[in-house]
């Protein structure tokens, strides 16, 4: 596996070339991620089987002598940057990614919300996930940001498992690789 730096960036891809992206980087030997939706959809009489829960980016690894080679693979557009350099992602944020595309729950996109209060899951297949909370029809969501990419998802999840984070003295589970 190519890695020296232990950040995470996001490329952005193509669209509807995620897949084949994470592939290509997979088979260089780059750690990948690729969050999906966990509901399919069908387009044009095809069955997509999750489609990218953040269309148009890709996460990854690469040590700094690689990331030239980012932009040259097919279906690359450019790596996510600030002032010409490249921002690795808040690593916070894309381990409670990880845990909702794990836990089975029903994620779906959200628009990206500045304000809110952080909280934190403490408890079922959630539990460890930081987001921000918001009450809508009387039913608690959870929303995590992913902000480079000013994007985020919701989850509902049930409001007795729910506590302020600043409140919460629980470590956050550790995420190994598969």
């Not at 509901?39 to 980016?57: A, C, M, N």
Request: proline share 6%; net charge positive; charged share 20%.
């Amino acid at each position: 596996m190519i890695l020296v730096n232990r950040n995470w960036y996001v490329l952005q891809v193509r669209r509807r070339a995620e897949v084949l992206v994470a592939a290509i980087l997979g088979a260089r030997g780059y750690e990948v991620f690729l969050p999906c939706l966990n509901t399919s959809r069908s387009r044009g009489g095809k069955q997509d089987e999750r489609p990218p829960l953040f269309p148009g980016y890709v996460f990854c690894r690469y040590s700094d002598e690689a990331r030239e080679n980012m932009v040259g693979v097919h279906g690359v557009v450019r790596i996510v940057s600030f002032n010409n350099r490249p921002e690795p992602v808040n690593e916070a944020e894309l381990d409670s990614v990880r845990i909702l595309c794990r836990s089975g729950a029903l994620v779906r996109r959200w628009q990206f919300i500045r304000e809110g209060q952080p909280i934190r899951i403490t408890s079922g297949p959630l539990a460890g996930v930081e987001g921000v909370f918001v009450s809508v029809s009387s039913a608690e969501f959870v929303v995590v940001n992913i902000t480079m990419l000013q994007r985020a998802v919701l989850v509902k999840v049930p409001g007795n498992s729910i506590v302020l984070a600043r409140d919460v003295s629980v470590p956050r589970p550790r995420l190994t690789a598969r």
